[in-house]
């Protein structure tokens, strides 16, 4: 599934994102100094494995895809954006998680024998602490130029579940459609898609 994922990935991206700087974005990811194809999407919670969080950057692309597809979306609420900015938003949104999940291990009681084995788990450490959204806006500015309403959407596409004040959540939902467009395709991959997947 790995394979597959980064196959997609880096078709989708090589088709749609073209803008300078793209490339070199790109050979970042894919280098050493980068773990984005491998690392997981969390420590425990949606897609807490080897490959989840590039599988999560598919799955909210595609959720957003499709969600900006829809009729009413494009007619009434009059969102229309270029395939390019879609797959920005989407499919780079969480570049803050590269290289932050380490894998460790922990003793734990079996519940049948009553024996204890080391198990394998992710911790997280940060080494740049620069927030969530507002930290993948970083890293992909310093390759490339983002617009102001892309740069928005990746900021605030965790909505109100993080830390940040609900009211600049609400203005930036106001002012710039996109974010909440995000956050919506990021809730939908993380609850829906991802969440079926583990059950």
Not at 10 to 24: D, K, V
Not at 107 to 132: C, F, I, M, S
Request: glycine residues 6%; hydrophobic residues 35%; proline residues 4%.
């Amino acid at each position: 599934m790995e394979n597959n994922n980064k196959e997609k990935f880096l078709q989708l991206y090589r088709t749609l994102i073209t803008r300078e700087g793209a490339e070199e974005l790109l050979a970042y990811l894919l280098s050493p100094a980068s773990d984005f194809f491998t690392a997981p999407a969390s420590t425990r919670f949606h897609n807490a494995y080897e490959g989840g969080l590039l599988a999560h950057s598919i799955n909210v692309y595609e959720c957003l895809r499709d969600y900006l597809a829809r009729d009413t979306v494009r007619e009434q609420y009059g969102l229309t954006y270029s395939d390019e900015t879609i797959a920005i938003v989407s499919l780079l949104h969480d570049l803050c998680k590269v290289n932050v999940y380490k894998v460790s291990s922990r003793n734990v009681k079996d519940p049948v024998t009553g024996q204890w084995r080391a198990v394998p788990y992710y911790e997280y450490e940060d080494k740049l602490p620069y927030g969530h959204g507002e930290k993948s806006v970083y890293i992909i500015s310093g390759y490339m130029k983002l617009s102001r309403e892309e740069a928005f959407a990746i900021r605030y596409h965790m909505g109100f579940s993080n830390e940040d004040d609900p009211r600049n959540v609400g203005a930036a939902f106001e002012q710039f459609p996109l974010a909440l467009a995000l956050s919506i395709a990021d809730t939908e991959a993380t609850y829906f898609v991802e969440g079926k997947e583990q059950k």
